[in-house]
């Protein structure tokens, strides 16, 4: 934490910086990969400075500024003009649970509780078995919220429900409402925790003992105009998101229509007659890319 | 109440005043006795809690699934215990029953005990208590949990006043005539009867503001319990989804009242031996209105089981079957058989009606008053809509820990204390409504 003073400055230099050699964009701030395969010190960066000089910098010289989340005031706010939705296709779904290890990975879980549960469902005896990634829904008129008592968990204009844990005075009545059972608690203290992190409801990062958490679709992604991680870590392309408001889904390789995919597949959502209205919809498994097999021994199930 | 009717006003209130008084300068040995052990019981309940505070919600056995546990059903049972005093001091008072009169005062008592035992008990569950004043801050009128608080204090403030206030005339009496009571009795007597000198007109404000109250206190009694029950039925969960819970839950709360009554006049009787006023003949009312409170809740019972057991829909269908033949079967028809039907056949016969069968009926009736508030709680929430995988074994189940248990007989205690503290202070049995013609005649009428 020794660059913490100079990170702002830094940040705003780099923002300014247009031949940046790397090609990542939409990153703020974000340069170098790391020192490791940079030995060749020979490699140079073109960087445009603060008084409109460009300079070389040597590639080892540079490191990645992390984004900083929204505090919690700001995170009440959505990203203008957005309403985000989930596609899960349950006809790709094979229980790889590379989703739930990346989402693990990065909201700093422990894999006794996961925000994303991979459920093995099966609607009568003769019916097909079938997979079924379970989040947090992001209802429209959400449970959760009407139940809170202090606000601590809201609805936002782009359709996100988050939690703010530093209000949250775990009451757990948001649980017992939420009908999808999407909410896990922190009962006790959580562990592996970068405690250095700033806490914002974006990240859901650091968590704290005695509150709710929960799915949060990683609102710190898309104000990065990225994806959440669960939809990238899905070997299968099972995972759809993207903007209800501009029609389109995608699942990190091919981007369609959300209304075209929706009456193409017949897109359903679950328990629709509770009136949640989720923004999570699935697509019935049918012509499966897998044959359905059972979970291996071990796996909690 | 007493016997002889012949002897004057004058001996007769002399009497009252004499047999009333006397509890409260008797040596209490054996009285000491049961305070310290109700004291260590308390001591082990906040060790526990300490515990709690120390390492979270996770030294309790509940998880995300059951994520409500013996504390929010100890919480509804408080809840429920606290209308006996609505029950005595404004149900059976505005219809005139006489008969009730040596209750007020102990049932007032019981009330706030146990608004006071709930409010404990509910912050206690709290995952943040050092949160609590988030609910003020940041609190939004929408959630259930605020219309509890609010309607809960409000009880809360309008018992302590039907208490306060039916006192005022018994303290001035203790300031008067109780002698050889410590420095501090004194001074308490002294300043808590601000100066009452038992004129008419004093009796007559007295009265019309505690006929006021009784009025007042109903719909807050009711309001109270059905707001509780609305932190349920405002949810999806099988078995609180549910319009039939609020009078479910009111009524339920009535019948554990009258139990809760029954066992404290037994003892109270026995212990301040005061056969005389607490007679047989109060304990063969209190019997009946038991049997017609319980033959109330049994209605609502069957109305809250019959439809979903009729129709057996999805996860509501399961959780009857949990409930009535799967894990919680035992349970569920103890409580419903010994709890229930036992008290509505049993003291329906004369003979039913006599203290010591009351007593045992009575303590059958609350014990089956607290799990059924366990079976409310805890079954529902175990029958989600989707189904409970990928999550640790222990999440399935639910057996609470030592620590919910010692914090759970620790908050029974903390409320015995209460009523036991009172009692040594406080005359039992209000002795001015128990007089002859001090009160003016036309609220006799």
Redesign the interface.
Known sequence: MANKKNKHSRRQFFSKTVPVAIGTIGGVGLVAQSCQQANNDEEKISLLSADGQLVEVNKSALTKVPYKPVPPDEARKGIPGKHFVMVVDLARCRNARKCVKSCDHHHQLTP???FI?????QDNKTSAPYW?P?KCFHCDNP?CV???????TYKRSDGLVLIDNE???????C???C???A???????PKHQDGDRPYSPETSIPSQ????EKCDFCPDMLRQNKVPHCITACPNGALYFGDRNADSVTNGSETVRLSTLLKDKAGYR??EE?GTEPNVYYLPPVDRSFPFKEAPEGQ?? | MIKNENISDEQFNQKVEKDLLAHLTVNQKRNNIFIFLLIAIVLVGMFAYYRQIR????V?S????T??GVYISNFVFFVAISLVGSLISSMLKLSKATWSTPLTRISEIIAIAAIFCASIIIIV????PD??L??V????I?????WD?MIISTYLVISILLLYLSLIPDLALCRDKLTGVSGVRKWFYRVFSVNWKGSPEQYKILHSIIAMLSIVVLPIAFAIHTVTSW??S????PGWDSTNLGPYFVSGALMAGAAVIIVAMYFIRNVYNLKEYLTDKVFDHMGKLLVLLSLIYLYFNINEYLGPAFKMVGVEGEHIIELFVGKYAGMYWAVQILGLILPIVILSFAWGRKPLPMLIISMLALLGAWFKRFLIVIPS?QH??????????SYRHYIPTWEEWAITFASFAACLLIITFLLRVLPAIPIWEMKRGVEPKSQEA
């Open positions: 006794d509780r996961p549960k991979v459920l093995r469902m079924m379970k449970p009407k139940v809170c008592p202090v606000g601590a209000r949250c005075i775990g009451c757990r009545f649980m017992a409402a009908p999808y059972s909410r896990v608690f922190n009962w006790g203290e003992v005695g509150t709710v679950y328990h509770l909690p199930s | 390492y979270g919600l996770i309790t509940m998880r995300d699934y994520s409500w569950d709290m995952g943040r949160r609590f988030n609910v801050i940041y609190g939004r929408q959630s259930p949990i605020l608080v932190l349920f405002t949810t999806w969960r929430l989600p809509y989707l189904p409970i995988q990928d999550v640790d074994e």
